[in-house]
């Protein structure tokens, strides 16, 4: 299905253009959407004429043809309602539905291509809530202001028509209705804005609160601290609760005030008519009371409905306006018009690196120079806030430097796409990260039509086929939301499986190990020394049974490097490393 630029698309402050733009590829549909609903309310807008055609068939004693045809035209378009209904739904709703649908697309590529810096910024409930509520908001707008919309345009619209053709002399009262809405509404659509900007950032507030929470329950319910937890989202609870009544508060306000004068107006038409056929003053018939008092009911409830439907869209502009905080985001990873990589050795170059990230005043790396020869297994260590992940992040190009360069192969990363660099690249982090799927597909995830041979022999080769093969589903077993049907050895086997069957030429093993029992750590271990075999392979550990065996281990200390050696070297030479060994 094709997808426009919507990304490069929004446009800031004029959400109203966004949704035109969302909408380019249904207009004509909603066009006739628009024109099968006209057709199927036609009664609402009928009814009071042929009513007061009736009334004075009756009053003035004509032929009696005229009640018939009257009823027969009414019936007919009765009918009309229910297959134009249908055309209206497919038309109208199908487009709303293909926009949230292309909506979601674009926010989910876009959340692709945002850095892991946007990412570890922004919570992913907040994105969750973008992409479901917010959608789902701009989807429910449309489909009711098409309901009520156009519902009450085509009163309006029929009823002025009729109006000016049976009783001229009364539509400038008719036609006051319409400035005394729209200075109403102007009134309300500045403090809605405010008021829906507000309400939405608490339930994106609330929404990371709960995500928080459950993933926060074992260390809960572990300490004690479910009263803690609890009396947390009471707080945002209450703030939720407090930006939505104001928001209700307003709703309602307005709608009362409008209500009052509308139909105020209402009552004025109705005397007006009265009076007018009683006196004789204009050449008005009881038919044209009833009509006209019909009438100014149904334009009335329609003005109302119109009015009614700002709060409404606001919303869905508030909806707009806040996937445009992801539409717009900056953070991007930048790609197009760059080198594709289709060969990787996996010799890479740090010159005089340093990286800092934007809200930071100090460099996480600075002048990082190192030289990495394809096969070579290089080990990172350091203290906490070395600078040992923003050097992997360097080198899986989640991150770019801000001063220096890295080389892939002799070519500086700068001018090669990421994305196609990352086919050769693996990452084994500290927590194995598993979707609720089978095991197989955990493990080929991203790779098509694998053989079962070869998934057996990664798993194999990761020490995992030993607890796989005594599981009644074996690769079919389930593993649960984020693996939680596993043990923590478990999935970090898998991970490594992962890795194994894409064949990488660059590893990154981030604390792979750390989190494992001595037995888990044992397989595990076997497992890599397997996985890193022939392979560059970047290291970050503490343990020293991960790091003695690396080709070279480089020692960080603020971000700097302040020793390279084997592990025997470092020991030797008695600085910082061997100062943390005897430690």
Request: glycine content about 10%; proline content about 4%; hydrophobic content about 45%.
């Amino acid at each position: 299905m094709p997808h426009g630029p919507l990304d490069h698309r929004y446009r800031g402050e004029h959400p109203v253009r966004t949704l035109l733009y969302l909408f380019r590829e249904d207009r004509a549909k909603l066009g006739l959407g628009a024109g099968a609903f006209f057709v199927k309310h036609s009664p609402t807008w009928l009814t009071p004429v042929i009513t007061a055609h009736v009334i004075d068939v009756v009053v003035e004693r004509e032929p009696v043809t005229g009640i018939w045809l009257g009823a027969g035209l009414l019936l007919v378009t009765l009918v009309l309602n229910y297959p134009f209904a249908i055309l209206y739904t497919r038309w109208w709703y199908g487009s709303a539905r293909r926009m949230g649908m292309r909506m979601r697309s674009a926010l989910s590529r876009r959340m692709q291509q945002l850095s892991i810096g946007y990412h570890a910024r922004v919570s992913a409930g907040v994105l969750q809530t973008k992409v479901i509520r917010d959608v789902e908001s701009i989807e429910t707008s449309t489909q009711q202001v098409g309901d009520q919309g156009l519902s009450a345009l085509a009163t309006l619209s029929g009823a002025l028509v009729v109006i000016s053709f049976s009783a001229p002399a009364f539509l400038p009262v008719f036609l006051l209705v319409v400035p005394a809405a729209a200075v109403l509404v102007m009134w309300l659509r500045g403090r809605l804005r405010a008021y829906n900007e507000s309400f939405r950032q608490e339930v994106e507030q609330l929404s990371s609160r709960v995500g928080e929470m459950t993933t926060l329950i074992p260390i809960t319910r572990a300490h004690g601290l479910e009263s803690t937890a609890l009396n947390r989202m009471d707080g945002t609870l209450r703030q939720v609760f407090a930006a939505g009544m104001k928001l209700d508060g307003l709703n309602v306000r307005f709608g009362a005030l409008a209500w009052i004068l509308l139909n105020a107006l209402g009552v004025g038409c109705l005397a007006g008519a009265a009076l007018a056929a009683y006196h004789g003053w204009l050449s008005v018939t009881p038919g044209d009371v009833v009509m006209l008092s019909a009438y100014f009911a149904s334009l009335t409830g329609a003005v109302t409905t119109l009015m009614s439907l700002t709060p409404l869209i606001s919303k869905g502009l508030e909806s707009v306006r806040s996937l445009g905080e992801v539409l717009q985001a900056p953070d991007l990873e930048h790609n197009a018009g760059k080198a594709q990589v289709d060969v990787v050795h996996g010799g890479v170059r740090f010159e005089e690196v340093g990286f800092a990230y934007p809200e930071s005043a100090r460099n996480s790396v600075s002048d990082f120079t190192l030289d990495v020869r394809p096969g070579e297994t290089i080990a990172l260590v350091g203290a906490s806030g070395a600078g040992k992940s923003t050097a992997v992040n360097l080198v899986i190009g989640f991150l770019r430097p801000t001063r220096g360069r890295i080389l892939l192969d002799g070519v500086d990363m700068e001018a090669l796409d990421l994305r196609s660099y990352r086919r050769f690249v693996s990452v084994v982090p500290q927590e194995s990260i598993l979707f609720e799927g089978t095991i197989r597909d955990n493990v080929t995830y991203g790779l098509d039509d694998v053989p079962e041979d070869v998934v057996r022999r990664a798993l194999a080769d990761a020490n995992a086929l030993e607890f796989i093969d005594r599981l009644p589903a074996g690769l079919d077993t389930v593993v649960g939301e984020r693996g939680a049907r596993l043990s923590g050895g478990q999935k970090q086997r898998l991970a490594i499986a992962r890795a194994l069957i894409r064949d990488p030429r660059v590893l990154v093993l981030d604390e792979a190990t750390s989190a494992l029992d001595t037995k888990s750590e044992a397989l595990v271990q076997q497992a890599l020394a397997r996985l890193v075999h022939g392979r560059t392979v970047f290291v970050v550990a503490h343990r020293l049974s991960t790091i003695r065996n690396a080709d070279r281990i480089v020692v960080m200390d603020d971000g700097r490097i302040v020793e390279i050696g084997s592990h025997d070297e470092l020991l030797r030479t008695g600085g910082a490393y061997a100062r943390a060994q005897s430690a």
